[in-house]
């Protein structure tokens, strides 16, 4: 397997990830959460999955979180 393939493969597992939890926070948390989220992709999929809960998200800089 090429590296480039690998890579393509590692980043359409991650985006599966991602989707998964970001249902599952949605999900369990509802329309009375504020989430804050660095990671961007992630981020991404929250904001819309809360915004069909009418929660809400806030964004904050990666640099100082762990």
Known sequence: MSLKRLGQRENR??????HQ???ALVDR????T???WAFYQLQQMIEY????QQART????PRYTS
């Open 29 to 32: 948390y509802g329309g009375q």
């Open 13 to 18: 597992w991650m985006t599966d990830v991602n």
């Open 58 to 61: 806030v964004a904050v800089d």
């Open 34 to 36: 504020l989430f804050v």
């Open 21 to 23: 939890v970001s249902k």
């Open 49 to 52: 999955k809360a915004a069909l």
